[in-house]
Each structure stands twice: as C-alpha cells, then as structure tokens.
Nanobody
Framework: QVQLVESGGGLVQPGESLRLSCAAS????????MGWYRQAPGKQRELVAT???????NYADSVKGRFTNSRDNAKNTVYLQMNSLKPEDTAVYYC?????????WGQGTQVTVSS
C-alpha cells in the first residue's frame, strides 16, 4: 500500500520559514516525479514545485528563489524548504508522486502565514 505522509506545516509570521516533509512508503520515491501542490480556500490546487527522478526541479514563478525542493533517498523522503513566507502562501500543501499511470497523493498539511 502506497502512503505519502506530509508533515511540518504550521502557523508562522510573514518572513519566517518552514520545512515540509513527505515520507513515502510502498514506493521508491527517487523513481517517481515528486511534486508539491497547494490549495488555498476557494482556489484550485496549483503546482508549487516538482523534482524529477533525474533530480531536476521546477518551481512556480510565485515561489522561485524562496522555496527549495530536495530529497533524501535513504529516508525515502522529499522536502520543501520554504523561506520568506508570505500571507499568500497560506494553503494546504500536498505531496504527489507520479510515474506513468501511477499518481499518489498525501493527505495534506496546513501552512498559515499571518501576523
């Protein structure tokens, strides 16, 4: 059974940082394209960052220079380091694993940026 478990969300003030983790089980995450998505209230889910199995990464324009995607293959875990957080980053963040016709999602972790 495949599971993606996100953690690390919380309430922070603007300008602060958080690091999200996505621990995978049932798959070898380094073989998958691992992505982070977010969904704010009343908005559609949007792509934040992806990391291909090659290690190459892509970021949404809104987070470039502030967010960094990384992984620890030994722990089968991917991370999203989020710096200089803004109120508009407030959303539920989801981890995704994609390979061919396989698509898995985590349950999400809430990130709230507010003063």
């Amino acid at each position: 059974q495949v599971q993606l478990v996100e953690s690390g969300g919380g309430l922070v003030q603007p300008g602060e940082s958080l690091r999200l983790s996505c621990a995978a089980s049932g798959i070898i995450s380094r073989l998958y394209a691992m992505g982070w998505y977010r969904q704010a209230p009343g908005k559609q889910r949007e792509l934040v960052a992806t990391m291909r199995s090659s290690g190459s990464t892509n970021y949404a324009d809104s987070v470039k220079g502030r967010f960094t995607n990384s992984r620890d293959n030994a722990k089968n875990t991917v991370y999203l380091q989020m710096n200089s957080l803004k109120p508009e980053d407030t959303a539920v963040y989801y981890c995704n694993a994609h390979l061919d016709s396989y698509d898995y999602w985590g349950q999400g972790t809430q990130v709230t940026v507010s003063s």
